[in-house]
């Protein structure tokens, strides 16, 4: 567990190391909320995904629920080796072991490498979004 809370902080640096673990333990016990790790021949874990099912609205989506991609994270002496596409196959066979028809996924306007990512396994762009907020 501590190397998967390692590399969610690697992919969510605005979290502590220790809300990392805190929030590992939590999706240990989530029904619908699984993670998926590559782990080498040694032990070693060098990947995750964690992946849910969403029952609201998912941008560009037209069912429910959708499987929806919430973080992966590859290692980066292990990058290119097919192991995030290995990992968004089962995640893929999870969702739709779930129902799903759809996988959704997110990533920020700026994280080109992840919209190279997700493009080169399949995922078509639906929309682009900014948030905004007004303090109350």
Not at 38 to 49: M, N, R, S
Request: hydrophobic share 50%; with cysteine; proline share 2%.
């Amino acid at each position: 567990m501590e190397a998967w809370a390692a590399m969610r902080a690697q992919l969510w640096p605005d979290l502590a190391l220790e809300e990392h673990r805190r929030e590992a333990v939590e999706l240990l016990s989530a029904v619908d909320e699984p993670v998926f790790v590559a782990e080498l021949d040694a032990g070693e874990i060098v990947a995750f995904a964690e992946a849910s099912l969403r029952h609201d609205y998912v941008n560009g989506c037209e069912t429910s629920p959708v499987g929806f991609l919430e973080g992966i994270f590859v290692a980066r002496d292990h990058r290119r080796a097919a192991i995030a596409r290995d990992l968004v196959a089962a995640v893929s066979a999870w969702a739709l072991s779930k129902g799903c028809r759809e996988l959704a996924s997110d990533a920020l306007l700026d994280n080109l490498d992840s919209h190279a990512f997700h493009g080169a396994i399949g995922f078509e762009e639906t929309e682009r979004v900014v948030c905004f907020r007004k303090r109350l």
